[in-house]
């Protein structure tokens, strides 16, 4: 069986370092500094888009506290408006009974 041949395994295993150290050679030269390269891009993109997210959030939060202070001062207006009105019709059912002159 060739697998168990004392002969070939020193030119298969000379085979095996050389061809492992080209792949080791290849990866350390071009794969890992790609590699590094792409995950320190993609990190910095998470960042930034991270800060976005932030940034949205406190304008998010100002255009809310905005809105229910606009809402708060908008409903005294119509409570103060339908008040005054209802004032004005109970003065003028008074003034049509001739209660006042």
């Known amino acids: 069986m060739p697998q168990l041949d ?17 792949f080791y050679i290849f990866s350390i030269k071009y794969l890992l500094p790609t590699i590094s390269i792409i995950y320190k891009t993609r990190s910095k993109k998470r960042y930034l888009d991270r800060k976005d997210i932030e940034h949205a959030l ?34 003028n059912k008074i003034k049509v009974v001739g209660l006042i002159d």
Request: proline letters at 0%; hydrophobic letters at 45%.
């Open 6 to 22: 004392f002969s070939t395994y020193f030119h298969e295993f000379s085979w095996f370092l050389i061809l492992f150290f080209i």
């Open 58 to 91: 406190a304008q998010y939060k100002k255009v809310e506290i905005s809105y229910e202070l606009l809402m708060g001062r908008s409903i005294s207006v119509i409570e103060w408006s339908l008040k005054n009105l209802s004032y004005r019709k109970l003065y």
